[in-house]
T-cell receptor, first 113, second 111 residues
Framework: NAGVTQTPKFQVLKTGQSMTLQCAQDMNHEYMSWYRQDPGMGLRLIHYSVGAGITDQGEVPNGYNVSRSTTEDFPLRLLSAAPSQTSVYFC?????FGGGEQYFGPGTRLTVT | DAKTTQPNSMESNEEEPVHLPCNHSTISGTDYIHWYRQLPSQGPEYVIHGLTSNVNNRMASLAIAEDRKSSTLILHRATLRDAAVYYCILREIRGSYIPTFGRGTSLIVHP
């Protein structure tokens, strides 16, 4: 198993550009989520999905879109990048409703200039 | 969600035990206590979890107070590789729960 994979590892965007951060997992997990981590801070939940076709907002959803067309993939779209979105983005998955540990990807470091 | 309180940082020497505290005075009867850690430049990784009884695994031990209002993650012999940020999280047993993370405790291990 590759676990949770994220691409790209690093990205630099100009203000106003859009892009998609990719996340995939090969563990057949129902739950997937996106977090952002700013320097010296904990992780904040952006969006999450409890299964294909179902998504919901977390703590800081503004400026981001998600969709979940398959169990394996959960891309995060930045609609119009802003410097405030400079952060490290982590994708995670977990197996089941309510329980189980979360598995995290290695992260994408995004800089918006 | 019930909140947790952890010290910002702790220090230890290599090969010594480390006790990382977590207060969760508003914990409900259906909340599990989870611990994750985040090594530098990596995503968080699961360490251990428990409900009422103390728990042991290959990474650590979890001691839960009898009233469940606090818990302690115990690393029996700290190594340099244990230097990380440790997060204590409460997870509801029911519901579509996705963990939220605070700032955690930054553990510094001295050689």
């Amino acid at each position: 198993n590759a676990g949770v994979t994220q691409t790209p590892k690093f990205q630099v965007l100009k203000t106003g550009q859009s892009m998609t951060l990719q996340c995939a997992q090969d563990m057949n997990h129902e739950y997937m989520s996106w977090y952002r981590q700013d320097p010296g801070m904990g992780l904040r939940l952006i969006h999450y999905s409890v299964g294909a076709g179902i998504t919901d907002q977390g703590e800081v959803p503004n400026g981001y879109n998600v969709s979940r067309s398959t169990t394996e993939d959960f891309p995060l779209r930045l609609l119009s990048a802003a410097p405030s979105q400079t952060s490290v983005y982590f994708c995670a998955s977990k197996q089941q409703f309510g329980g189980g540990e979360q598995y995290f990807g290695p992260g994408t470091r995004l800089t918006v200039t | 969600d019930a909140k947790t309180t952890q010290p910002n940082s702790m220090e230890s020497n290599e090969e010594e035990p480390v006790h990382l505290p977590c207060n969760h005075s508003t914990i409900s009867g259906t909340d599990y206590i989870h611990w994750y850690r985040q090594l530098p430049s990596q995503g968080p990784e699961y360490v251990i979890h428990g409900l009422t009884s103390n728990v042991n695994n290959r990474m650590a031990s979890l001691a839960i107070a009898e009233d469940r209002k606090s818990s302690t993650l115990i690393l029996h012999r700290a190594t340099l590789r244990d230097a990380a940020v440790y997060y204590c999280i409460l997870r509801e047993i029911r519901g579509s729960y996705i963990p939220t993370f605070g700032r955690g405790t930054s553990l510094i291990v001295h050689p």
